[in-house]
């Protein structure tokens, strides 16, 4: 029962719909404990020779408003109660993505996929049950336990009462050990279950990969080694779960023997009258459906413990980066970099080391150096994807922990160099960060980003459907695309982080020619392996195994004669070799 303490503030918010629910099933334990009293004394009437057609066709008209009255009170107690319920699975689901989309880079690094995607479906219809089928089976079994009860021991005979109810201790217990059984079985089965959705998913994600490696055999195995293990977890749990009904059985019928007989003793010793037993025996009949409700009940509330706890454990966890500023964003902001030493949690060594740079408002900045040298984690540290005691990073004069995250990420577009493409169209794929934008002011950063001609190439334009993470375009095209949209946010700082690896030099100019015509004066970060990229950069910051190795312009660094003068060079041969001059 525990699980509803739990959620106890979903029920002090929505108590209104269960109370009204509550008070229909009452209207409907009352109708429905007259139908036996009326039974009874029509049996008596019968027996005593006292029945008349205007008795018969009253108990008949009475029996038949009681049931319209119960089919129209059921209906109503249904929808309102599981209204209330679908309420909760909605609030939880938002919660989780609301919780999620604030979480850093490092929660989801221990969080695998699937099993976030099982705890926000599965886990929540679990719990959503418990506040639904839930209540309905607890309100009823208890309400028409008590009803049934008090006219069995107060209105026929407290004695056979207490004959009939002698196996029902019996269930209870044997109901408690089923309970814990099922909690740490239900508990594995969801565990199997985002097992084997974090594997279907990756599948999906990689099918390319599998399909180029020819890995479609092996993955089948593999796959099937999870299925299996979450078929067996699942076996376990309706193996569990059909303990319940034949204990009720049992009990049940157990209880009609005792029942029956000492009542026909009863009957015998003209103690009790055939009418109250035939009463009493339909009265013990209603005790079935509660003891159903009562083995569903605790079905229902080990699945909704286990899964809440599921639950639990992901809104309970805190991102490793907080949001306790206060500060909002500024139009024209300076960066400042003091970074002692930064490593990451499962890391020994220091990814940075030794880093002061300064970046004054509307400079554009290159950032370069070898794979691994620390360029991505450095913007990391600058839109707080991560942070470090030793790690200082201010904007405009004032440490990034101090701006509200919201704010400071609003003060910044990042172009990755694998930028996300959501299934849509290609303007609403650009205009994500504005979506109000008219379709001329898309052409226009796509324009600026050299993609407006391949655009209206497609027999769609810009209408044209971009398939899931933007399988539909080739890797400039992703890449020249989340340029646009980012020109499109016109955040006071452009961070391109090797998004244009994936064009060629040529088109690398046109936009980067662009890039400095429309943001004049605005805050740009370049990121990038071909030197090319930074050569009109104000500052150049060249990274080697984190440490700091070279900082100036473009000319002051080919004269230092170090890596960048040697890059440079290499590079320039290559392409020299590559253009065939």
């Known amino acids: 029962m525990k699980i509803f303490i739990d959620l106890e503030w979903f029920f002090r918010a929505y108590w209104k719909k269960y109370a009204m629910a509550v008070l229909l099933f009452l209207i409907i334990g009352v109708a429905d404990m007259m139908i036996p009293l009326l039974t009874g004394r029509l049996i008596d009437d019968v027996v005593n020779q006292t029945m008349t057609q205007n008795r018969l066709l009253l108990y008949g008209g009475i029996i038949l408003a009681i049931a319209i009255l119960v089919y129209v009170c059921r209906f109503l107690w249904r929808v309102i109660l599981f209204s209330a319920s679908y309420k909760l699975a909605e609030i939880l689901r938002q919660r989780i993505y609301s919780h999620m ?5 490092g929660f989801f690094q221990n969080h695998r996929t699937g099993d976030l995607m099982a705890r926000a479906t599965n886990d929540i219809t679990a719990v959503e049950m418990t506040a639904g089928e839930g209540v309905l089976s607890a309100t009823d079994g208890i309400i028409t336990s008590i009803f049934v009860l008090s006219i069995m021991l107060f209105a026929i005979d407290w004695r056979l009462t207490a004959i009939a109810l002698l196996p029902f201790p019996v269930m209870a217990w044997y109901f408690r050990k089923i309970g814990t059984r099922l909690h740490h079985s239900f508990k594995k089965a969801q565990e199997e279950f985002s097992n084997l959705n974090d594997r279907v998913q990756e599948s999906i994600a990689g099918i390319r990969m599998i399909k180029s490696f020819g890995r479609e055999e092996f993955e089948d195995a593999d796959f099937l080694k999870i299925a299996d293990r979450a078929a067996d977890a699942n076996m376990d749990v309706a193996k569990t779960d059909s303990l319940y009904d034949p204990a009720i059985f049992l009990t ?7 029942c029956v007989g000492y009542g026909g003793w009863l009957v015998h010793l003209q103690e009790l009258t055939l009418g109250q037993l035939t009463s009493f025996t339909m009265y013990l009949s209603y005790l079935i459906w509660p003891m159903f409700a009562y083995g569903w009940l605790m079905n229902i509330l080990e699945r909704g413990s286990a899964a809440w706890l599921r639950i639990s454990e ?30 990451y949690s499962d890391v020994s ?16 900045i290159g950032i370069v150096g070898h794979t691994g040298a620390g360029k991505s984690t450095l913007v990391n540290l600058l839109i707080r994807q991560y942070e470090g005691p030793e790690a200082r990073v201010n904007i405009s004069g004032k440490p990034v922990e101090d701006y509200r995250l919201m704010d400071l990420r609003n003060l910044m577009s990042v172009v990755p160099q694998d930028p996300f493409l959501f299934t849509a169209s290609i ?9 109000d934008s008219t379709l001329e002011q898309v052409r226009e950063v796509a324009r600026l980003a050299s993609i407006d001609d391949d655009i209206v190439a497609f027999p769609n334009g810009y209408d044209t459907l971009v398939g899931e993470r933007g399988v539909t375009l080739s890797g400039g095209q992703k890449q020249r695309l989340s340029i646009a949209r980012a020109l499109l946010a016109d955040a006071p700082i452009l961070i391109l982080d090797d998004a244009l690896s994936a064009v060629d030099v040529a088109t ?14 605005k805050t740009t970060l370049i990121i990038c392996h071909r030197l090319t990229a930074v050569e009109e950069a104000d500052q150049i910051l060249v990274l080697q195994h984190g440490e700091q190795e070279e900082t100036g312009t473009h000319s002051a660094l080919i004269r230092a004669s170090g890596w960048y003068q040697r890059m440079f ?8 070799v590559e253009s065939g001059r």
Do not use: W
């Open 101 to 105: 989309t604030l979480m850093a880079p």
């Open 252 to 258: 049940v019928g157990t209880s009609f023997f005792l």
């Open 314 to 343: 992901i809104l309970e966890t805190r991102s490793p980066v907080s949001d306790q500023g206060e500060l909002t964003g500024i139009d024209s902001p300076s960066i400042e970099f003091d970074i002692q030493s930064y490593r």
């Open 349 to 364: 060594e220091p990814v940075l080391r030794d880093i002061r740079l300064n970046i004054g408002a509307g400079d554009t």
């Open 427 to 435: 303007e609403e794929n650009i205009a994500l960060g504005r979506p």
């Open 508 to 521: 690398e100019k046109n936009i980067l020619s662009h890039l400095k015509a429309a943001r004049h004066n």
């Open 569 to 576: 060079e290499y590079q320039k041969l290559e392409q020299t």
